[in-house]
């Protein structure tokens, strides 16, 4: 009983020191209280946080741009932003075309190795005289990167330890408790790792939104005075007979105000009558 609550206690603590900010016992004081089936501790002074920048020489930054400017030929545009696409190892992960009131336009989303992420802004904006949007962004991730790498490094290790105490196990508590605490440790490495690659997917391909639009011009073709007048008979038509087809919904209110009205007027006259004699 006292070993499954060790375990259990020893666990939790394991839990605890990686969501604090100073994760003690994993990334900075590289000590590990680690126990055994028996009950034992003993503390392991190998490194377990660490992190080799041999890998990291370049900054890991995202780089992002949003562009938007007007063009006279649509066809022309699209042909060489397409061409400049194609020259710079990008791709289009996203094309729409649309129309709104007063103009056409269409709408990329482009994918391009960082390498080539200013050429090829350059490359859009030649013979572009005024934009109406450049925006570019640089979002340093260098530190995330350093920490997710560390904590997944710190994660590997311990669920190793971790396997290791469970083939020591005694018996099936024991077992299903070690298993417990693996689970819990390989969602937390799949989510980092998850983080990670996108990080990576994000650092090694650049993004950038793009919309280009073209001016339209409306033209409402004028009528002459003797089509207005025509129409306006084909108006003043259609409108008698809407008159005509709403006076018929009312049929039976019509009947029924005439009935009243002949019995009224019947009865009026009878009274009438009888006074008068």
Not at 85 to 104: C, E, F, W
Not at 139 to 147: A, I
Not at 170 to 190: D, F, G, P, Q, T
Request: glycine share 6%.
């Amino acid at each position: 009983m006292m070993k499954t609550l060790f375990i259990a206690l020893f666990g939790t603590f394991l839990a605890c020191s990686d969501s604090g900010s100073s994760t003690m016992g994993i990334a900075d004081s590289n000590e590990w209280a680690v126990a055994d089936v028996d009950g034992n501790t003993y503390l392991n002074t190998e490194p377990t946080a660490e992190y080799d920048d041999t890998d990291n020489k370049d900054a890991k930054i995202i780089k992002t741009a949003e562009i938007e400017f007007q063009t006279r030929d649509m066809e022309a545009t699209y042909s060489r932003i397409r061409k400049a696409i194609a020259a710079h190892g990008g791709n289009l992960q996203d094309d729409n075309t649309g129309k709104s009131y007063n103009q056409v336009y269409r709408n990329l989303i482009i994918r391009v190795p960082s390498a080539n992420f200013e050429p090829l802004v350059d490359s859009i904006g030649q013979g572009v005289d005024y934009f109406d949007t450049k925006r570019i962004s640089r979002r340093d991730v260098g530190e995330e990167f350093v920490d997710l790498e560390a904590r997944l490094k710190a994660k590997r290790k311990l669920e190793e330890r971790y396997l290791e105490l469970l083939k020591k196990a005694k018996n099936v508590k024991e077992m299903l408790e070690i298993e417990r605490e693996l689970a819990s440790i390989r969602e937390e490495i799949e989510a980092k790792q998850g983080r990670l690659n996108y990080l990576k997917s994000q650092v090694s391909m650049s993004t950038i939104s793009l919309r280009f639009y073209k001016e339209t011009v409306e033209t409402q073709v004028q009528a002459s005075f003797g089509s207005k007048i025509v129409n306006a008979f084909k108006g003043g038509w259609s409108g008698l007979l809407t008159f005509f087809i709403g006076v018929l919904y009312l049929w039976p209110f019509v009947l029924v105000l005439g009935a009243v009205f002949f019995f009224v007027r019947r009865y009026l006259k009878r009274s009438a009558r009888s006074t008068n004699s």
